[in-house]
């Protein structure tokens, strides 16, 4: 029996979701089949679009600054909304040190409109970037007494009130006749119920669920234990659920992890993946001052990695697994590489296609 989102229950009770995950990369050197930004945004749309053909239910972005890959979210996820109707859409995560709230609010709104409520929004403080306190170019200084990290969570404060239609500015009565508190514009029902914090931490899991939030949980830990990946991830989730059910919220929450899943069928799978035995391991390092363990990559034959991620202890407990997926190889290896999983792998965690 584990922790999930209708309080105690069995694992067969959980309705399984797979989405992939974009770090959307782009270099133009030799073998890259996505050498500019342009190719980048407009890939990742049609791999979208690709994706849900397939089944796949999420098709999420990673958010970094300063560095060739995707930085501004809401107009790529726009237009996979429009060019889309059942594929969730969503980030993993924004670094909310970088973002105005206000206008983030906005974005994301507009956004989730014309995805009809699809949207699934990752935030989170963010991971250690090529900028040396990048924020601060943004504009964005914490308070004196304040770190980084305070004012990320500051930020989604401000975020989350906005989205759920509290009053953030005061009207100008010469304009408007009246005074009184004026609500960000537009509003779009439900979006407060649907974002994500990224917790690398077992405490980080359980404020995010004191805040009323769904968990996200990547590859990365920046703690360890000394047991394996997987079985540290599940008990952040497992302290997730409790935390959650302590504090009496009424909603039923979800949780994600990410996972690398390469599987190896062809000649180009094992020229390009091969050789990674040493991805096959948990790795332990430094991080931003703080020892850290990283998941292990998932690759080989598809029926052994449907067997090894059926004994992820935190796969198990997750609702949502993304799936990132190799970056600069363009949209049909990538496609491929989503079929092969729903095909073959996912159903050996409880997964159905979206049809």
């Not at 500019?36 to 053909?53: C, K, M």
């Not at 077992?202 to 995010?208: D, G, L, N």
């Not at 302590?246 to 039923?252: F, K, P």
């Not at 899943?261 to 430094?286: H, K, N, S």
Request: with cysteine; aromatic share 8%; charged share 20%.
């Amino acid at each position: 029996m584990v922790y999930g989102p209708c309080g105690i229950h069995g694992l067969d009770d959980l309705v399984k979701k797979i989405g992939f995950l974009s770090f959307g990369h782009y270099q133009a050197i030799p073998g890259s089949r996505t050498p500019t930004a342009r190719d980048a945004l407009l890939q990742t749309i049609e791999l979208a679009v690709a994706a849900e053909a397939i089944g796949i239910d999420g098709a999420a972005v990673r958010v970094h600054h300063f560095a060739p890959q995707l930085a501004s979210p809401f107009p790529l996820l726009a237009a996979i909304a429009a060019r889309t109707s059942r594929i969730e859409i969503g980030t993993g995560v924004i670094d909310m040190r970088y973002e105005n709230p206000l206008a983030m609010a906005e974005q994301a709104a507009a956004a989730d409109l014309i995805s009809n409520g699809r949207l699934q929004l990752g935030i989170s403080r963010g991971s250690p970037e090529p900028a040396l306190r990048g924020y601060e170019s943004f504009g964005f200084v914490p308070a004196e007494g304040m770190t980084d990290a305070d004012m990320a969570r500051s930020h989604a404060e401000l975020f989350r009130a906005a989205i759920a239609g509290t009053p953030v500015a005061v009207s100008n009565p010469v304009m408007t006749g009246y005074s009184r508190g004026l609500a960000i514009e537009p509003q779009s029902p439900g979006l407060s119920e649907r974002i994500w914090w990224g917790s690398g931490t077992r405490a980080t899991a359980a404020w995010t669920a004191e805040q009323g939030m769904n968990l996200m949980s990547s590859t990365l830990l920046t703690e360890d234990t000394g047991v394996p990946f997987d079985q540290l991830q599940a008990e952040q989730i497992e302290i997730f659920h409790r935390a959650w059910k302590e504090a009496g919220h009424t909603r039923e929450p979800r949780v994600s992890v990410s996972r690398s899943v390469l599987p190896i069928t062809t000649d180009e799978d094992r020229r390009y993946f091969g050789g990674r035995a040493e991805d096959t391991r948990d790795q332990v390092g430094i991080l931003d001052g703080a020892r850290s363990r990283f998941g292990k990559s998932y690759i080989g034959e598809p029926h052994l990695l449907a067997e090894q991620l059926a004994a992820d202890a935190a796969v198990q407990l997750a609702d949502t697994l993304y799936l990132t997926v190799p970056n600069q190889l363009g949209v049909d290896y990538n496609a491929r590489l989503l079929k092969t999983i729903a095909d073959h792998i996912a159903p050996a965690i409880g997964w159905k296609p979206n049809q």
